[in-house]
Each structure stands twice: as structure tokens, then as C-alpha cells.
């Protein structure tokens, strides 16, 4: 399996983008049903979890985007989706995509090479 995110960009604060990641080699009975989730990395900190979305649609928003973000999938496509709208400077990062594991909810496959995200005030 092979992730691949796209859809960054620069963009002026208060400005939408929507990110796409693609689930390459996931097969419809394992993506359907899998929680997906989207990261993000600013400069110099840790890669934070932004938003998740559960097999049955549960979605839950981090607390710093939340009202802003929201996250979606296409299971036909073994994709997910984060629009993201209102941008702020502080949403400025690389951001990735994983599927977590059912049990320990960490990231089960290695890291794309992410999108890169540029806000400018």
C-alpha cells in the first residue's frame, strides 16, 4: 500500500484548499471499513493528527480546525479528502494521510511524501 497526498499549495490566509490522498493498493473490504486520518507537520514540531474519519462516517476535527476543516472519503476511489476553508498562517505544514490500525489507532502504513500547505498572512 502506498499513500499519496495532493492538493497543497499556497494560498492567502482565508483561502480553502482541499487535499487529496489516494490509498494506492488498498482493496475495497480493507478501505471501507478502516478509521482514515489526516496529519499535519509544521516547521520544526511534531506531526499532529487534524481530523479522522471512521469506516461508518464518525468524524472527529482537531480542536485547532475545528469549524474549518472537515475530512471525507470516496471508498470507490480509496481516497480521503480534507477541504479546508478560512486558512490561517498557523495551518502551514506538510500534511499527510494514513489509515489507522483498528486496535492501536496508529498510523498502519509508512508515510507518504505529504503535501505541502503555505499560508501567507
Known amino acids: 500500500v502506498r499513500l499519496v497526498e495532493s492538493g497543497g499549495g499556497l494560498v492567502q490566509a482565508g483561502g480553502s484548499l482541499r487535499l487529496s490522498c489516494v490509498v494506492s493498493?488498498?482493496?475495497?473490504?480493507?478501505?471501507?471499513?478502516?478509521?482514515l486520518a489526516w496529519y499535519r507537520q509544521a516547521p520544526g514540531k511534531q506531526r499532529d493528527l487534524v481530523a479522522t474519519?471512521?469506516?461508518?462516517?464518525?468524524?472527529n476535527i482537531a480542536d485547532s480546525v475545528k469549524g474549518r476543516f472537515t475530512i471525507s472519503k470516496d471508498n470507490r476511489r480509496r481516497a480521503t479528502y480534507l477541504q479546508m476553508n478560512n486558512l490561517q498562517p498557523e495551518d502551514t505544514g506538510v500534511y499527510y494521510c494514513?489509515?489507522?490500525?483498528?486496535?492501536?489507532?496508529?498510523?498502519?502504513?509508512?508515510w507518504g511524501q505529504g503535501t505541502q500547505v503555505t499560508v501567507s498572512s
Open positions: 474519519m471512521t469506516g461508518g462516517g464518525q468524524i
Open positions: 494514513n489509515v489507522l490500525d483498528r486496535d492501536t489507532f496508529n498510523p498502519s502504513y509508512s
Open positions: 493498493g488498498s482493496i475495497l473490504s480493507v478501505f471501507s471499513p478502516s478509521t
